[in-house]
């Protein structure tokens, strides 16, 4: 049991120094993402993203936001966010899928070319979050899109949404399509 | 004086109800927020609410109450013609409780889009959340009929509900004359979540995390909101060094957005270092936020009852961050306003005149942008309001550049007002919840059928939450949320009209008006 308390102090206490690098250091925090090492060839070295708002509170768009602010800048990772989703790579949805928001949210991830994955971000998009049980939303991004790779927080901070943004290439490089359209 | 004191409940006759809240709104009393709340299972009646700001009584609010009676349908006589900002309520009334408001002059469904089933409501204590969730068809088309303009040279041009940015999704069909806009038709609720079914489905306490989430940039006024709600109902006073720290995180709050909209508005000009230095600072405020808290957004301190830690403790090192930021603000400030391009493109568009504001109940920036002094911090002193001195901002001239020079002027107030709060916490005791906080377990002591207001000014305006225990005390029977974007989202095409279709997006800007925050 005390091994047991120890450990998440422990633990606490890395995370805690982890967000502090984030801040101070977010080229640390996104784990030496350099474009060769982790784009996969098919991309050609950048990746291009198209958000996809399906109902979420705006904290996960804040977020997205404030990936291209001076701070984070991930356009120097060759990591950029687009208008239309038939320049996007990577459909990113937030948002635990409004009903009114399902068939935009389908549609958009129609009108990507191949290959393209979709990745949830946030708690909501992986799993409805706090809105599971509404009769208003689908209940997560994958009721309506297949979702190649979750991001859990609520919301995610820039720095674990850049994270999982290379966890999901790391993905792409071992399959290099997208999965089948529903 | 207890915050229970100051809710004056006024029940009428169904055919009052219009002249009295009429008669009310005439003489300057401001709607805060009208509702319906289906009591059948209590009192055997579907009631309507509007909540008044008292004009005789400074500092209370009238609420005027009737019952609506069912006869083949709810019907009532609309208050929209006499008073206009009725005019959204009603049409919520008519889509989410099958109340129609005979008279009102715009009754296409507000909230529920076409894959709803027509006629079941989903706020109804006799419809559950499954039964709306079996009958919803997405296949079905969305046929709104969208206002048109005709005439030689109109075209339409329709936006979204995908924007090109970053940003919430929301439908608008402008009609334009060249590049002049000519009328603008906002189609929103695209985020429509069921939040307030969701209330009365998980009970009290994990009421905060919902409230937390409706919109996203007023985590906290709209959980402080909704606890303040709770809390009056059951007869709570949360220790004095809690209602420091809900202050103190609400006047945070309202500064990075401020902060954050300053900054935003020079996207909206493409004016990128402005933009650069606007969203640096706000970061840095982010980063405040999760040292403090633990969140960026500052979730998770809200309890019922008081607060879960307490933020204050470490006075220098708060006040050490506080006066960087004072100095970077106002540097950020000087380079924005010292930009001749970006501050002319301010001066002139969106213009919302104070008449407009008023009819159609503006609050927040948008009014006090507008000449309309109103502010709940003075109008309805709670928390620590009424222990800091500090000064209400107006504007007058209601176009973009007021309401940005309105965020700038009530930045620098937030941040005397986060100093004054530092300096009064020292000698505070650390007491952070009510020593009967815990009345979940004594569901008796609640009260069935018990109800209150809880209020907050968030940096988009005033926030409102009504709340209303069911027969056994365990559950809430209604929540009511009104957030600031409810009531401003209607001005935006009456601020968009005759300006060019380039300078919508710095307009929408200029609002900051939240999509989620709208839609619940």
């Known amino acids: ?182 | 004086m207890t915050p229970r004191n100051i809710e004056n409940y006024h029940r009428v006759q169904p055919g009052e109800f219009a002249a009295r809240c009429a008669g009310i709104f005439h003489a300057g009393g401001k709607l805060r927020m009208m509702f319906a709340a289906d009591e059948r299972e209590t009192d055997g009646r579907m009631n309507i609410y509007a909540v008044f700001s008292s004009i005789a009584d400074h500092g209370s609010f009238d609420i005027i109450t009737t019952a609506v009676e069912d006869e083949g349908g709810f019907r009532y006589q609309s208050i929209t013609p006499r008073v206009p900002a009725a005019h959204w309520y009603e049409r919520e009334m008519a889509c989410m409780f099958g109340i129609v408001p005979e008279g009102h002059p715009d009754l296409r469904p507000l909230v529920l889009h076409g894959m709803y089933p027509e006629g079941v409501f989903p706020l109804r204590r006799d419809i559950t959340a499954a039964d709306v969730r079996s009958k919803v068809d997405l296949a079905k088309d969305d046929a709104y009929p969208y206002k048109t303009v005709e005439g030689e040279g109109v075209f339409e041009i329709p936006v979204g509900p995908v924007h090109a940015g970053i940003i919430e999704p929301g439908h608008f069909r402008f009609s334009a004359v060249g590049e002049s806009i000519y009328f603008l038709d906002p189609r929103l609720f695209y985020t429509h979540k069921g939040v307030e079914k969701l209330f009365e489905q998980v009970g009290f306490e994990r009421g905060i995390q919902i409230a937390e989430r409706i919109s996203g940039t007023s985590s906290f006024c709209h959980s402080t909101a909704y606890c303040l709600a709770v809390e009056n109902m059951r007869g709570v006073e949360i220790p004095i060094r809690a209602k420091a720290v809900r202050t103190f995180l609400v006047e945070l709050e309202r500064l990075y957005n401020h902060i954050g909209d300053i900054g935003n508005l020079c996207a909206g000009t493409g004016f990128a270092a402005g933009y650069a230095g606007g969203a640096e600072l706000k970061e840095r405020l982010m980063a405040l936020n999760h040292r403090l808290t633990g969140s960026r957004y500052l979730r998770g301190v809200n309890r019922l009852g008081g607060v879960s830690r307490d933020v204050l403790e470490d006075v220098e090192s708060i006040s050490a961050e506080l006066s960087v930021v004072t100095d970077e603000f106002k540097a950020v400030m000087k380079f924005i306003m010292s930009s001749i391009s970006h501050m002319e493109r301010l001066e002139g568009p969106g213009f919302l005149s104070r008449e407009a504001a008023v009819k159609l109940g503006a609050t927040g920036i948008a009014a006090r942008a507008s000449g309309v002094n109103d502010d709940l911090r003075t109008a309805h002193p709670n928390l620590f309001y009424d222990r800091i001195i500090f000064e209400v901002h107006t504007r007058n001239r209601g176009d973009v550049l007021a309401r940005m020079m309105l965020r700038a002027d009530e930045a620098a107030c937030s941040l005397a007002m986060l100093r004054s709060i530092l300096r009064k916490a020292k000698p505070q005791k650390k007491e952070l919840m009510a020593a009967d906080a815990q009345q979940d377990a004594r569901p008796a002591d609640i009260g069935g059928g018990r109800q209150a207001l809880g209020w907050v000014e968030g940096a988009r305006g005033s926030i409102f939450y009504f709340v209303k225990a069911a027969a056994d005390g365990k559950s809430p029977l209604r929540v009511k949320v009104r957030s600031a974007s409810f009531c401003n989202w209607p001005l935006l095409p009456l601020a968009v009209l005759n300006d060019i279709v380039p300078d919508f997006p710095l307009i929408n800007k200029s609002f900051n008006l939240s999509y989620s925050g709208c839609d619940m």
């Not at chain 1, 994955?117 to 998009?125: E, T």
């Open chain 1, 1 to 182: 049991m005390f091994g047991k308390i120890f450990c998440n102090i422990i633990k606490s206490k890395r995370v805690l120094n982890e967000r502090e690098l984030e801040y101070k250091n977010p080229e640390e925090a996104a784990g030496g993402l350099v474009r060769r090492e982790i784009i996969p060839a098919s991309f050609r070295g950048s990746v291009r993203i198209r958000q996809v708002d399906a109902g979420s509170c705006n904290a996960c768009e804040w977020e997205c936001i404030a990936l291209a602010n001076p701070i984070y800048d991930v356009q120097r990772f060759g990591v950029d966010f687009v208008a239309s989703p038939r320049h996007a790579d990577i459909i990113l949805v937030t948002g635990p899928v409004s009903w009114s928001m399902a068939r935009a949210l389908e549609k958009s991830w129609l009108a990507a070319a191949e290959p393209k994955i979709v990745i949830a971000c946030g708690d909501c998009a992986a799993d409805g979050g706090v809105f599971k049980g509404s009769y208003a939303v689908a209940g997560g991004a994958d009721k309506i899109v297949p979702v190649a790779y979750k991001i859990s927080g609520c919301p995610p901070s820039p720095a674990d949404i850049i994270k999982g943004i290379r966890g999901a290439l790391a993905l792409l490089c071992g399959t290099h399509k997208g999965p089948e359209p529903k």
